[in-house]
C-alpha cells in the first residue's frame, strides 16, 4: 500500500480557479434571486436563495478554505487551506461545518422542489399538502443537521490518539503523518456506523422527494396548459426544469464523495491485510 503525502502543484491552481469562479458565478446569481426574485412566491423565493447560498458556502469551503487533500487508501487527509494553516483550526472541525453545509444544501433543495411542487398543485387542486408538513420538514433538517454533525464529531480522534491509531495499523508511515500539522484519520467506530446509516436514510428520503415530484411536476406541467396562460405555462416549466438541473448539478458534486466512501469501505480490512503480509 502506497500513500502520496505530496500536495500536486495543480491541484492547488484546481481549487483555487474552480473556488474562484463559483464563487463570482455564486454571487452573480444570488445577486439576480434578490434583484429578479419572483416575491410573490415568497416561501420559494426564500429556499432557492439559501439553496444557492449554501452551495455558494459549500464550495468556497471545500476549494479556499480547506482544500482537503486525500490519503487514500486510508479514510483520511490533510488540507492547506488557510483556517488549518494559519488560524490552526482542526481539519475535523472544517469537515464537520462542510458535512453541515452539504445536508443544508440538500434540504434546500428539497424544500424547493417541493415548493414549486405545491404552487403547482395548488392551481391544479392535485396532492395539496398542509403546512403542517412543512413544519415537520424544518424540524427534521434541523434534527439531521445538528445529530450529524454530532455524530461526526464523536468520529473525530485527538491527535495523540490519531498517531496511536496509525502506529497500530499503519505503522510505516507514522514518520511522515508526525511532520503533518493539521491532518484526520478515521476508524469505522460506532458512530461511523451510526452516521452513515442515518445519512443513507436521510438521503433515501431526499432521494424519493426528489423522484416523486419530479415525476409528479412533469405530468401537472403538461395539465396546465389548459389552465394558465402561454407565459404563466412557460414561466413553470422553466422552473421545474432549472430545478432538475440544479439537482443534476448537486449530485455531480457529491458523487466523488460518495464514491471515496464506498471505495473506503470495500478496501478497508483488505488494505491491512495486504500490509501485515507485506
Known amino acids: 500500500m502506497n500513500i502520496n503525502f505530496q500536495t500536486n502543484a495543480w491541484t492547488l491552481v484546481y481549487f483555487y480557479i474552480v473556488g474562484v469562479v463559483s464563487f463570482i458565478l455564486g454571487a452573480f446569481t444570488v445577486l439576480l434571486i434578490v434583484l429578479r426574485g419572483n416575491y410573490k412566491d415568497a416561501r420559494f423565493t426564500s429556499f432557492i436563495l439559501l439553496y444557492q447560498l449554501c452551495s455558494a458556502c459549500t464550495v ?63 392551481i391544479l387542486k392535485h396532492n395539496v399538502i398542509s403546512d403542517h408538513i412543512y413544519n415537520v420538514g424544518f424540524i427534521f433538517l434541523a434534527f439531521t443537521i445538528i445529530f450529524s454533525y454530532f455524530c461526526f464529531n464523536k468520529i473525530g480522534m485527538n491527535r495523540e490518539e490519531q498517531l496511536n491509531f496509525i502506529r497500530s495499523k499503519y505503522s510505516n508511515y507514522i514518520v511522515q503523518f508526525s511532520d503533518l500539522s493539521n491532518f484526520v484519520v478515521y476508524d469505522f467506530n460506532n458512530w461511523f456506523y451510526v452516521l452513515i446509516v442515518y445519512l443513507i436514510f436521510v438521503f433515501g428520503v431526499c432521494g424519493f422527494l426528489y423522484i416523486f415530484t419530479t415525476i409528479d411536476m412533469l405530468k401537472m406541467v403538461q395539465a396546465l396548459k389548459k389552465t394558465v396562460s402561454a407565459t404563466s405555462f412557460q414561466r413553470y416549466r422553466s422552473a421545474v426544469r432549472s430545478l432538475i438541473a440544479q439537482l443534476a448539478a448537486s449530485v455531480m458534486l457529491l458523487l466523488p464523495l460518495i464514491g471515496f466512501l464506498f471505495l473506503s469501505f470495500g478496501r478497508f480490512e483488505n488494505a491491512q491485510a495486504k500490509t501485515e503480509y507485506h
Open 60 to 122: 468556497l469551503q471545500y476549494t479556499l478554505f480547506t482544500q482537503p487533500i486525500s490519503l487514500f487508501p486510508i479514510l483520511g487527509g490533510y488540507c492547506n487551506g488557510f483556517p488549518a494553516k494559519y488560524l490552526d483550526i482542526w481539519l475535523h472541525y472544517l469537515l464537520g461545518f462542510l458535512l453541515s453545509s452539504i445536508i443544508l444544501q440538500i434540504g434546500s433543495l428539497v424544500f424547493c422542489f417541493i415548493i414549486k411542487h405545491q404552487s403547482i398543485g395548488f
